[in-house]
């Protein structure tokens, strides 16, 4: 069975940082590109950042280049995005996902549960 647990949310305030945690199990960890995602309230879901299977390039949208960094440790297949100086703006659920490719990653793929984060102006 394939899990995707998210953690480390919480409430910061602006300009603090956060590692948000992302355990997966079920199945081959480096084979998969890992994507964060975030869906704040009324809005759409967006993917903020995203690793290639192996050693990939990554993707990070434009809002948060310079101030998230993902990274995983496939020894402990956990992925990781590490997130400063952190904005009111940046508040919102942030998911975990899986899928083969980056660009394909949809509804369809595997999904962690979903951590708040909320920064306070």
């Known amino acids: 069975e394939v899990q995707l647990v998210e953690s480390g949310g919480g409430l910061v305030q602006a300009g603090e940082s956060l590692t948000l945690s992302c355990a997966a199990s079920?199945?081959?960890?480096?084979?998969?590109?890992l994507g964060w995602f975030r869906q704040a309230p009324g809005k759409e879901r967006e993917k903020v950042s995203c690793l290639s299977g192996g050693n990939g390039p990554a993707f990070y949208e434009d809002s948060v280049k310079g101030r998230f960094g993902m990274f995983k440790d496939n020894r402990k297949n956990t992925v990781f995005l590490q997130m400063n100086t952190l904005k009111p703006e940046d508040t919102a659920v942030y998911y975990c996902a899986a899928d083969h490719f980056c660009e394909s990653m949809s509804d369809d793929a595997y999904w962690g549960q979903g951590t708040q984060v909320t920064v306070s102006s």
């Open positions: 079920g199945f081959t960890f480096d084979d998969y590109a």
